[in-house]
């Protein structure tokens, strides 16, 4: 059967067996009845748990809208319109608007990427920045210890509103709601707090009650208060299918349980060989972001398998702490040593590679150097087709597939 990944703005094609392949993990058939600006629309006149947000803002309040930046697939050009007239229709000026781009621990954008981000009307319309994570507020901490920094812009406005969307995440549980506030425009100090917790056994891709880094997270933004979430979840293809919006958790948790019925997959067995990618641009500009993929597919593989991880990684390795652990450390296992006793920001995705390194071999396809992904305990492969060719020659003809083409989103579960 031929299979196909992205692979940056491409494709890497792929030709696999019948009768090896397991099954190709892509969405549920979900039924819905809005999709793109309708389902915008319909969530902010529906919001949950909130009155609708014209009842909420008053005339003269400066207002922040907190949304994702360049590495993340939010649309939030798509979402702006419809937000920017519910704000119009509560009396609030476009002087009194800013939106704020969250970069978390990543880097700034070009005039040309907050613009695209944006939209030119919005762009033109109103104030949008990257948040200044050097320039922040100190408004507490939590009760695990997370100090509760944030961007001046935001901790000093009247209300704020938080944008994203709802996936998956290795150990926050899925993304979207409070994460705007932290990690998005926290310092790295808060962010180093908060993601430490995630070598907590319940901090896991698909669990919210109980993870101790989504409530620290939530408690985060009890102390700097979401005034009211604007979240949407999107098919393999990068449309809206879904929207929820009010309630800074109610509203996140109706938009974790669509995406459950979307993106969970049950699967009967563990493969042998898991050909995963993350869908192509933006999701893998760089190894950092490629990663999300692979950790989900570490639940598909078994033990003493082969994981292909198809990512572009055109802009490298992509944050600092990061390259340094993947390039400087003796071995693999030893990050996973150092994590318990040293933890780090970016090193913490480093250790979690090292981690499935435990488990499985890692053929990487990218457009990294091949002497670079040799140094990081990675298998370079010129091609899918080339790296599924060598899985085969090392584990067998009969060696099972399972292939994930949209494996940031898509969270396997084994029956057995």
């Avoid at 704000?87 to 695209?116: I, W």
């Avoid at 250790?351 to 002497?371: C, F, G, N, R, W």
């Amino acid at each position: 059967m031929k299979l196909e990944f992205g692979f940056g703005t491409g494709k890497q094609t792929v030709e696999v067996p019948e009768q090896n392949l397991l099954g190709v993990l892509t969405p549920n058939h979900v039924q819905y009845t809005h999709t793109g600006e309708a389902a915008i629309k319909y969530a902010l006149e529906h919001p949950i748990g909130l009155p609708r947000l014209r009842e909420i803002v008053r005339p003269g309040e400066k207002v922040v809208i907190v949304t994702s930046d360049i590495t993340r697939p939010m649309p939030t050009s798509a979402v702006m319109p419809a937000l920017l007239d519910e704000l119009d229709q509560a009396g609030v000026k476009p002087e009194d608007v800013t939106l704020v781009f969250a970069l978390g621990s990543h880097r700034m954008h070009t005039e040309e990427e907050r613009r695209k981000l944006a939209g030119e009307s919005v762009f033109s319309q109103i104030a949008c920045i990257d948040g200044d994570p050097t320039d922040c507020v100190h408004l507490g901490v939590t009760s695990r210890g997370t100090p509760v920094d944030i961007v001046r812009v935001v901790a000093e406005a009247d209300r704020r509103i938080c944008l994203g969307n709802i996936e998956y995440h290795y150990f926050a549980g899925y993304s979207g709601g409070a994460k705007a506030i932290m990690p998005g425009v926290s310092t790295r100090a808060a962010i180093q707090s908060n993601h430490s917790l995630m070598v907590h056994p319940m901090a896991c891709a698909g669990r919210l009650e109980g993870n101790p880094v989504r409530e620290d997270i939530e408690e985060a933004a009890t102390i700097c208060k979401i005034d009211f979430i604007l979240n949407v979840v999107l098919d393999e293809h990068k449309r809206i299918i879904k929207a929820v919006a009010g309630h800074p958790v109610q509203a996140h948790r109706e938009g974790c349980a669509f995406l459950d019925k979307l993106y969970l997959k049950e699967i009967p067995e563990r493969a042998d060989i898991v050909l995963v990618s993350q869908g192509g641009a933006p999701k893998d500009l760089n190894l950092y972001q490629t990663q999300k993929a692979l950790d989900n597919a570490k639940h598909a593989v078994k033990d003493g398998g082969v994981i292909i991880l198809i990512g572009s990684c055109k802009e490298g390795l992509g944050e600092h702490t990061f390259e340094q652990w993947m390039t400087q450390s003796p071995d693999a296992h030893s990050m996973i040593e150092r994590i318990g006793r040293d933890f780090q920001l970016g090193g913490h995705k480093a250790a979690a590679i090292a981690m499935v390194l435990e488990k499985a071999d890692i053929y990487l396809v990218s457009e990294l150097p091949d002497s670079l992904v040799k140094s990081i305990f990675l298998t370079p492969q010129p091609s899918a087709q080339a790296a599924l060719d060598a899985a085969f020659a090392k584990l067998g003809e009969f060696a099972t597939v399972l292939a994930m083409p949209y494996g940031g989103s898509t969270l396997p579960r084994a029956m057995v």
